[in-house]
């Protein structure tokens, strides 16, 4: 017998590994690295992973616990994998063991690990078209699932759901025994003639064939695309062939989405071009679903994996390009626990495993261009509207000189009416849910504010609520002034409920519908509210930000944009290139399908330079100024930053624990803070804020090393809550 030492990786908060001892047969007995251990953890027993195996161990070897058993003797993560976890965990300062957490599912991470069933998917009965035709003659929703079966049998239950479908409805096709389903078989998916629809393909134009030879070009050989094409362009068509070829050298591919992005519309545009296995992985999906998804990218079965940022982490049989969509959304950073930015780890990913990658966008991140400014990225670009849709034309109506009813301009309530005359859409923009964002009383000037976070209470009327934004605690609406008893409490200021008030009163025969996380927090409403506007049941869409991402309604051809003007005069140095993102995106929704697009952007400060430049020369100048903008002030990209929050139930703990690390001496970064949070207080905590900036990332990387050991070993480390993030989006 010979022992082994090895470093596991727990899931515990500590940024450090464990040594353990296995005692086995001969060498070739030892564990792969990646491989699932069981160990005892002061009282518990955990799961682990093996990160290094060694035949002598430091400390006294007697005094080295034990292995409890080793898992499963296959590795759970290829080293390959492993290393890029590794990696990931280096760079954010992350505990090891929670990153190899969240690359797991939970199935996984259990020690009574289930016998995993098989993964059901769903095939037509065999039966006579007539008797299809009776059986579901009044069921129109189930008519539409059947054929979608009979097209593309196999399909799972999962993608069936992200497709627009309900379990009511696959329920109901089982019972007249018209589908039935079988195990999924699962095998490595194999390129055939009949896995992709020739017929649904598009003859590229100059540039999109210049975009996918480029990427062709690169496989098996790792380099960063960034693809710049205006909404319209045919990013998706660029994406589509380029997968293709990928799978026809029998490589996996991955499509990362943003939070809401995986739409029916999305996934259906997959599914009508390729036949074959595709998984999806999003945060709707529950343990058994996900385990599933996971499975098929590691046995190589699904050929495509389409999700949400965290799908980064899945394991692949063979993986040969990525594909980041919409790479400048903000959902791709994770704003807990581990977090880090999923399009960053992917282009780790990619030069690890030594494959192109694509971040695709009609607004990049300033970070994303700076790298192809500096020629780390391949820049592409895609200029013109594929088809015949024009490019929408974009107005500033000045707020300051028009009389406003309730917020409205005049231009803007006639433009509205001129397009519901048309029989078009219109879109109207307000990035503030809720019916008021504050309440006060008309006499002394008291205003309702939530005690734990000293900020307004937005009023909600439906049902009629004040309810903190800041830590969701929720009240009645006073009828009597607490202070001076006064009825006259009035609300101040303009949200989407309001706004959909009003426009109910302007534009009595129309219909309004509000899309923003109030009217959309039951699973599934999203999906029947967009098709209703699809099939032009509504009029006029009221929304937030929400309404931005990624939704084609072809017959929207005026989009209002309100309120813009609080990213005008922002302390975040980013909310100009957010706002910009922001009136792009829209300004994108507008006008699609061949009919003209029209946006009226309503401003206080129409001769604002960021607006102008915005407006005038679109963004893809206005982000090459505010870059140089950037650049002169020193600010990310041209500079790395990394943030300790820290919080309390008082505020001298945070701020005590967050001077010790001030007063550290680390070389060449400029240190700002401790400074209170710009939410100084929520839900009844104190925070506050340590800017850690450098001009090179390694001389920020080393700073931050000796800035955690100092923090981890401070008497205050357990008693404030404190965590670091590196890259924050939000300051
Ligand atoms: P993006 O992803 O850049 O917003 P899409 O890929 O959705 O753009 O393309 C916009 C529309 O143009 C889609 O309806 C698509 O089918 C169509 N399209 C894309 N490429 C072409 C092409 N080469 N010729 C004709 N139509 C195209
Ligand atoms: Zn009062
Ligand atoms: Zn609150």
Redesign the pocket.
């Known amino acids: 017998m010979t022992d082994l030492f090895l470093e596991v990786a727990l899931p515990v908060p500590m940024r450090q590994s464990y040594t353990y001892k296995l005692s086995v047969a001969s060498l070739k007995d030892a564990p792969d690295i990646g491989a699932r251990v069981l160990v005892q953890f002061t009282s518990r027993q955990l799961i682990g992973f093996v990160l290094s195996v060694a035949e002598s161990c430091a400390y006294d070897a007697e005094k080295v616990k034990p292995v409890i058993s080793v898992l499963s003797a296959e590795a759970t993560f290829s080293p390959q994998h492993m290393a890029f976890l590794a990696q990931a965990a280096n760079y954010y300062h992350h505990p090891i063991g929670e990153v190899l957490n969240i690359a797991l599912p939970a199935v996984l991470r259990q020690i009574d690990k289930p016998k995993p069933e098989p993964v059901m998917v769903w095939h037509c009965q065999d039966v006579n078209p007539d008797v299809v035709e009776t059986a579901l003659k009044s069921a129109k929703k189930q008519k539409a699932l059947f054929q979608a079966i009979a097209q593309k049998p196999g399909l799972t239950w999962a993608e069936l759901r992200t497709l627009g479908y309900t379990k009511a409805q696959l329920n109901g096709l089982e019972e007249k025994q018209l589908i039935l389903s079988k195990a999924q078989q699962i095998s490595p998916f194999h390129w055939q003639q009949n896995c992709i629809n020739e017929e649904a393909k598009?003859?590229?134009?100059t540039e999109?064939a210049l975009a996918v030879s480029a990427i062709n070009h690169a496989a098996d050989s790792f380099q960063s695309f960034l693809l710049e094409?205006?909404?319209?362009?045919?990013?998706?068509?660029?994406?589509?062939q380029a997968i293709e070829e990928t799978l026809k050298r029998n490589q996996q591919v991955l499509v990362l989405v943003p939070e809401i992005g995986l739409t029916p519309q999305t996934l259906s545009?997959f599914e009508q071009r390729f036949n074959v296995p595709i998984a999806i992985h999003h945060s709707g999906l529950n343990d058994k679903e996900r385990y599933e998804a996971w499975q098929m990218a590691k046995t190589g079965h699904a050929a495509l994996l389409i999700g949400t940022r965290s799908a980064l982490f899945s394991s692949f049989k063979s993986l040969g390009l990525i594909i980041v969509?919409e790479e400048h959304d903000n959902s791709f950073k994770q704003q807990d626990t581990f977090r880090y930015q999923a399009r960053d780890l992917a282009v780790l990913r990619a030069r690890g495993l030594n494959i192109p990658i694509v971040l695709?966008s009609?607004t990049p991140a300033l970070e994303s261009i700076a790298n192809a400014q500096l020629g780390k990225f391949t820049h592409l670009t895609?200029t013109k509207?594929?088809?015949n849709?024009s490019v929408a034309k974009i107005d500033i109506i000045d707020a300051s000189t028009h009389r406003l009813e309730q917020g409205l301009s005049k231009p803007v309530l006639d433009a509205i009416a001129a397009t519901l005359n048309k029989q078009e859409q219109v879109m109207v923009f307000l990035n503030r849910r809720g019916y008021a964002p504050a309440i006060n009383c008309q006499e002394c000037f008291w205003l309702a504010d939530c005690k734990r976070c000293n900020k307004p209470y937005t009023l909600h009327q439906h049902p009629a609520r004040l309810i903190c934004h800041h830590c969701g605690s929720q009240k009645r609406v006073p009828v009597q002034c607490p202070e001076c008893g006064s009825t006259h409490i009035h609300p101040l200021g303009q949200g989407t409920e309001q706004l959909e008030e009003l426009l109910n009163q302007k534009f009595e025969q129309a219909s309004i519908v509000r899309i923003d996380r109030d009217s959309t927090r039951k699973k599934g409403s999203m999906q029947t509210l967009f098709n209703d506007i699809h099939q032009g049941k509504h009029h006029i869409l009221v929304g937030t930000q929400m309404l931005a991402k990624g939704h084609?309604f072809a017959n929207v051809t005026l989009v209002v944009v309100l309120d813009i003007d609080g990213a005008l005069f922002s302390y975040d140095f980013r909310a100009g290139e957010h706002m910009a993102q922001l009136v792009t995106q829209v300004s994108?929704r507008a006008g699609?399908a061949s009919k003209p697009g029209h946006v009226l952007i309503q401003s206080q400060y129409p001769q604002h330079p960021l607006l102008q430049d915005l407006v005038l020369n679109g963004y893809g100048h206005f982000a090459r100024q505010a870059l140089t903008d950037r650049k002169l002030a020193g600010l990310p990209p041209a500079s790395f930053q990394a943030l300790f929050r820290a919080e309390a139930n008082n505020d001298t703990l945070p701020k005590q624990f967050l001077t010790a690390l001030a007063d550290t001496p680390i070389a060449s970064c400029q240190v700002a803070g401790p400074m209170p949070a710009p939410a100084e207080k929520k839900a009844g905590k104190y925070r506050f804020h340590l800017l850690i900036q450098a001009k090179q990332r390694n001389t920020l990387h080393r700073a931050l090393s000796s800035l955690l050991q100092v923090a981890q070993q401070h008497s205050l480390t357990s008693r404030v809550r404190w965590t670091l993030d590196v890259d924050p989006i939000d300051l």
Request: net charge positive; charged share 20%; hydrophobic share 30%.
């Open positions: 598009h003859q590229l134009n999109q094409g205006i909404t319209g362009s045919g990013k998706t068509e660029v994406y589509l545009r969509d695709g009609a895609l509207r594929a088809g849709a084609h994108g699609r």
